[in-house]
């Protein structure tokens, strides 16, 4: 059985997350030790919310869940990278298909990219 | 100009890298303020060795820099996406083209994917 290194970074590891058709990065979030052993025992990503201080499995709230294709973990064990099925075609809470929808241009600025998939508002209420 | 948030880790923001051609995830790194600005100021991946504690310009070593094709960053400013050209064919410094080249197999244990492009000894010395 593996041992990951969640020593760095205060008992968590960053978990990359990459849709397993496209290769999208599709988001960052973080695993504690009990985020990292229940994605492997239910195949569902399970991530430890760095702002609500708890276990956060993935899709809970919004029915986006990520269906665990393949793992990865990096040559020192510090990092793991999740190949996922993105349910529901979006993973960004703010309705992106992906976290990473703005783009630096040559001005050093940002530009939005895409368009969302959902509206936040309809699916998590206020 | 954008500003990201190094105030979550410590004064550091994840850095994940990808080919951007083949849309591979090769690495994360890390970067602080200063990486960040040399990155973006220089076009040549920068980061912060945790290790070392000291600005690392990808590649200095090894000759495998990465020339940044892309920058993107994340809903909440926190992480950074480069795609890059990944110049030597390798970004771990293991000699193998990913440092994800272990996959966890189902029985939780680790499998080694691909081979190394380079011998590390080679080209560190040692």
Redesign the interface.
Known sequence: ??KLDFG??GGLV?A?V?DFK????L??AYMNKAAWEQT?SSGKATYFS?SRQKLWIKGNTSGNRQIVK???????ND?V?LKVEQIGGAA???G?RS??????NPE???EI?GKPVFDPEEVYGK
């Open positions: 059985m593996v760095k970074t960053p990359i990459q496209t290769g999208d990065v988001m960052l492997l760095r393949e793992i990865r973990i990096d040559c020192d990092t990278l960004c809470h703010t992106y976290c990473f929808y703005k783009k630096i050093g600025a940002t990219t």
